[in-house]
């Protein structure tokens, strides 16, 4: 399952919901300030009755119902999201974060990237448009997050511990990436690139690195 699909589609839900809510209260404010005002304009003193049992029960159950559905829906779309079968990944990527860079493993292609980072090497993670990449984060010493805002992607990067996403790049471009987790002295520079390129390109580039030429099709 897309899991971009599945975030947008929550978040979507919840924000019109939110707005419909924030426009209820709005319109209530306005109302009461209005009828408060005429009153004034009529010489009424400010209604003094103290309670409307009804109107806060129906309030209540309205939220109670709202909450109740949106918890529903949520814990439903990430049954559906890790009950999913997916799809068997065209290439797999272990990103290790470390201090104060990053390690990239392209499993079963015997192709590695790294760099220095913090104003030296920066290093570049390549990869195929159009094709399921399967990431393994994790981290070999202290914690990091693995942040691509471009493509808004986030994982952290436990040590000791892996986290799993699954992408697909639809289209040829270049994304800056970053750690999103204050990790020491060199934090800020902590940063790598992301250039998706064409199948036929990415596998010149494997085979340039020493993998097998056709790692994935194109």
């Not at 760099?115 to 994790?138: D, H, N, W, Y």
């Amino acid at each position: 399952m897309n899991f971009r699909h599945v975030f947008w589609t929550t978040f979507d839900l919840e924000y019109r919901i939110a707005m419909a809510v924030f426009g209820g209260v709005l319109i209530v404010l306005v109302t009461a300030f209005v009828l408060s005002w005429r009153r004034k304009r009529r010489g009424k003193g400010p209604h003094r009755r103290a309670q409307n049992n009804k109107l806060e029960i129906t309030y209540a159950t309205a939220l109670l119902g709202m909450a109740i559905f949106l918890i529903n829906f949520s814990f439903q779309q990430n049954w559906n999201f890790w009950n999913d079968p997916m799809p068997r990944p065209g290439l797999t990527v272990r990103a290790t974060g470390f201090q104060w860079c990053w390690d990239f493993h392209y499993l079963g292609q015997g192709v590695a990237v790294t760099g220095q980072c913090a104003g030296k090497t920066v290093p570049t993670l390549e990869l195929p448009t159009g094709r399921s990449v399967r990431f393994q984060i994790t981290s070999s010493d202290v914690v990091h997050a693995f942040w691509i805002p471009g493509l808004k992607i986030k994982s952290y990067a436990y040590p000791g511990h892996i986290n799993y996403f699954t992408m697909s790049p639809l289209k040829a471009g270049r994304w800056p990436g970053r750690c999103a987790v204050f990790c020491g002295v060199y934090h800020q520079g902590m940063k790598f690139n992301v250039r998706a390129v064409p199948p036929a390109q990415f596998n010149r580039w494997l085979h340039a690195h020493g993998g097998p030429a056709q790692a994935v099709r194109p």
